[in-house]
């Protein structure tokens, strides 16, 4: 089955960056490259939400909180996903979490966590 694994969290202030990664395994090359692979967030009592997405052809699409500060990028040969994430805010803060299916079944990190301070 495929397994996801982020990193790349961490403490940052209000303003600061940071880049998030997620590598998969135990997938082949092209299995991993046609399959749309997306970002999640979850902060403390609320629920887990969307905040970008990229396909095989590397169209892209983001919520409307993080439009201009964040982006999304894949490297098919290394089976990694990125999410570079910049002016960050603390409302930003959340465990950020790696997804893609597999068949009909969700496949989910373990996640990372961000926390932004002001």
């Known amino acids: 089955q495929v397994q996801l694994v982020e990193s790349g969290g961490g403490l940052v202030q209000a303003g600061g960056s940071l880049r998030l990664s997620c590598v998969a395994s135990?997938?082949?090359?092209?299995?991993?490259?046609?399959?749309?692979i997306g970002w999640y967030r979850q902060a403390p009592g609320k629920q887990r939400e969307l905040v970008a997405a990229?396909?095989?052809?590397?169209?892209?699409n983001y919520a409307d909180s993080v439009t201009g500060r964040f982006t999304i990028s894949r490297d098919n040969a290394e089976k990694k996903v990125y999410l570079q994430m910049n002016s960050l805010k603390p409302e930003d803060t959340a465990i950020y979490y790696c997804?893609?299916?597999?068949?009909?079944?969700?496949?989910w990190g373990q996640g990372t966590q961000v926390t932004v301070f002001s």
């Open positions: 997804n893609t299916n597999y068949g009909s079944q969700p496949i």
């Open positions: 135990r997938i082949t090359f092209s299995g991993f490259s046609i399959k749309t």
């Open positions: 990229i396909t095989s052809a590397a169209a892209t």
